[in-house]
């Protein structure tokens, strides 16, 4: 079996080690996975990723090869005995996959022996950082175009082959409709997307004959027209050979433009193919599209039915990592979690401290989110009381709310190493992530300058953490 | 066995479909793998990821899972029973990992039956794609720094699980000398390097226990020591707990320093350790580190060894995707393979047609390259002879050599299939790298604004695009 133990830096390997040697590897901590800043310049990001972890942690074992090479470093007998038999055992928190989420906000919380969440560090900041960012861009693209089909076209420019299998699954669970990529179609039962290259008209050497070979052997064409040049000889003949159709035997699905002034061409491709009857054939384009370009495409009143979109959405071009951080947060003493606080010149790198939960807040009137409320552990929400919620950084500013409900952001996934949540299916998770878009006022989700959302401190959070900076201080 | 094949867009099937269903499946094509541009505005690219094209043409397999699949998405049971039995059988030929390469040149050629060159695109795109981009950004930040050790931290950030492991390894192709992920480590038996994070600090809430801790069970000690202040705690808690060392025992290898100006403390931290008689004490540095920052720090005349580079090296973050495209240049006709084209509006889009060779022209008193030299397949170069070399786009200017040796950019990798090719070891790819990047002139290497090295077409190449050229104008 395929382990993936190792995938981890080898700073995690020596500090289990010193903490083994010392004998402190099994005393409980915390650590919380999170970001600082919503990806994008967006107003939130997008949770992906955890199906990828419970896969992980189910490799997590270090086998016979595992240990050899272990040994080869010259870690000592005692220690690559205690690799062997290890098994995640801890406690693990997190987001349903698909909800919208912010900046400070614990994506996951794991509670476990020291020296395990600290080697399991390295491969969920991995996975979280990557899925959560590709996650977030698609959902900027869909809210754009919320009623235009959009389509993956990564793969070729993903940052090697998981990154193009996982970034089509946090594509569609925000909302994109297909992806090209067959193994994603497969392993991820989502809907595949694709018809032919430019490649397939050059064989042919003849544009109308290379559209009539793939008509011949395929029901639903799509054909692709920018070869030569889509208005002069693409469209025509895209249009020619359907004429011809039997509809019995093909559908004129769509035309598709991969280069050259997109605005421009989809409007002249639309009256040509209206002119021809072909009121329902589609106008897909493509072509290093991101959400600049679309929007330009929008104001320019382009007749653009879908989006093939690959290169700046796989590898989130504009920003190409989420910057997500895994930080120690509480840590057993005397038989209790106790909160710690990472100390730094700059305010936004102080972490958080203790083990806590999150709540969004929202209005039962409007069935809008007003805020999310990040508390202590064991502190409850009364939601029969009003509510009185403020922002750490401006705790003078407070709001107050007494028609609400709560939602907890938080699922137990892992309770003493045995995987207790269902993962739901990825029908479900994008299903979940439409609902809870919705939850959000649409000034957090403009695609530029958007509102501000809260993440709120109760006041016990809030004066934990200020104790704890005036301790360090002192 | 895991399989491979479904790693492709759905287009390469539908495309291979038809193919099939016409009976021009094995008809002989041949494409080429390229770029347009070099990324980063450098002066040149390395190619890396051929092992890895490699590993993946072993399992371009469609097992019972993969053909299933297929069935479920209704193709027809004779072109299912063809993939069942389809291997590789084509011929490729490919640069070696680590050259120096330049855009329009190919990096692979593939010549096979049309439906196979067809299936292998998506993957060998993106497996190429992304290690030759993160190998040259690798060797533009190792071009600035060739004498301090550059350690690779992304595993973290890195997109997935598989950017992580093989941007180890272009990394290290490209003259890193070590990274932080430990599978990397053990796959391609390349060094490791790390030692403790943060969170070993906060466990033990007092730094100089903490160090003490470390070194009781390590002989080899870096210590982090920005937890809270580096030039206030962490250099004066490391040099106190370092001036107890029992020499047999441990060796205060270095301190890291992970926030903060990464420029003044490093002086500050080495006047701190030479006043300690710690001379040979490394400074390792960290923190989104990339070319930008690291000439910054060398004009603050910054006293650093080392630096460790993640996020900004493990996505190229300032330009996340190369760009390589996989484009059709010949096509069996009549049992000879024929030269096309793809025209564009855009004249950097227009296809270099043919079977094609590319040299590299290293004059031979200087010991550099004076510039590439692409050639149709049946062309000879007599080095005996003065040699001619124009530009495409140039024609008019030419240089003369006649003292002068010349190098075959490309191996013969596959022959009908058959994997011909000796995969160097890492060892052999890294010194190789070495050798090559020494051929190039300085001038090519500046980080910003390298002169232009010129990849120059033989007089009937060039004579072959332009005739094409023409012939589709009419």
Known sequence: METLSLHTDLYEINMAYAFFKDGIHTKKAVFEVYYRNNPFQNGYAVFAGLERVVEYLSKFIFNEDDINYLRSLHYSEDFLGYLKDLRFSGNIKACREGEVV????????????????????????????????????????????????????????????????????????????ATSLVAAGRKFNIPIAGTHAHSFVQVYQDEELAFRKYAKHHHDCTFLVDTYDSLASGIPNAIKVAQDFDPLKNRFCAIR?????????????????????????????????????????????????????????????????LGGVYKLVAIEEQGILKPVIKISDNV??????????????????????????????????????????????????????????????HQTIYQNGKLVYDLPNIEEIRSYHQENINLLWDEHKRYKYPAKYYVNFSEKLFNIKHDLIKKYQK
């Open 102 to 177: 912010f900046a400070i906000e614990p994506l996951l919380i794991i509670e476990a022996d020291l020296a395990q969440a600290q080697l399991i560090e390295t491969s969920i900041l991995n996975i979280v950082n990557f899925q959560t960012l590709i996650a977030t861009k698609a959902s900027r693209i869909k809210h754009l175009v919320p009623h235009n089909a959009l389509l993956e076209f990564g793969a070729r420019r993903a940052q090697e082959i998981d990154a193009a299998l996982w970034g089509a699954r946090a594509s569609y669970i925000a909302g994109f409709d």
């Open 257 to 321: 433009i991969d280069s050259g002034d997109l605005a421009y061409q989809s409007k002249e491709a639309r009256k040509m193919l209206d002119a021809a009857g072909f009121y329902d054939t589609k106008i897909v384009v493509s072509n290093d599209l991101d959400e600049d370009t679309i929007a330009s495409l929008i104001l320019e009143q382009a007749k653009i039915d879908s989006y093939g979109i690959g290169t700046k959405l796989i590898t989130a071009y504009n920003q190409p990592a």
């Open 348 to 409: 936004e790198k102080i972490t958080n401290p203790g083990l806590k939960k999150v709540y969004r807040v929202i209005n039962n009137k409007t069935k809008k989110a007003e805020g999310d409320y990040m508390i202590c552990h064991d502190e409850v929400i009364n939601t029969q009381k009003p509510l009185r919620m403020f922002n750490e950084r401006t705790p003078l500013e407070y709001k107050e709310f007494d028609n609400y409900y709560i939602k907890d952001l």
